[in-house]
């Protein structure tokens, strides 16, 4: 399995020191056809990708979300954000379940 982040080169300094593959302030391009790789090959893979790239338009981010399977992408904050974050995973899980499920200390 790959692991592999993907985000602003300040982000991407922790990832490198854990000997995690990175790809600090590429272009949209250079990220799609990342990605594009790993899915014609098969790949199996956990990539952390930070918020803002997730939310950018990159036509395989969103195949990847919707395909499924071996390709995991989780959303990192961008450094400067990291105390207003709140990962979609758990707003699902509060909007389903109830804000007391999860302890959330988001002011709910």
Known sequence: MKILAMG????????ALLGIKTYADESVEVINNVLAELKRNHERA???????LIHAQIP???????????ILICEIPDLHQVDQYQPAVEKLIEKVLGASTLGSGHGH
């Open 60 to 70: 395989m981010v969103r195949q990847l979300q919707n395909y499924g399977g071996s």
């Open 8 to 15: 602003s080169s300040a982000l991407m300094d922790g990832f």
């Open 46 to 52: 956990l990539i952390f990708m930070q918020q803002d």
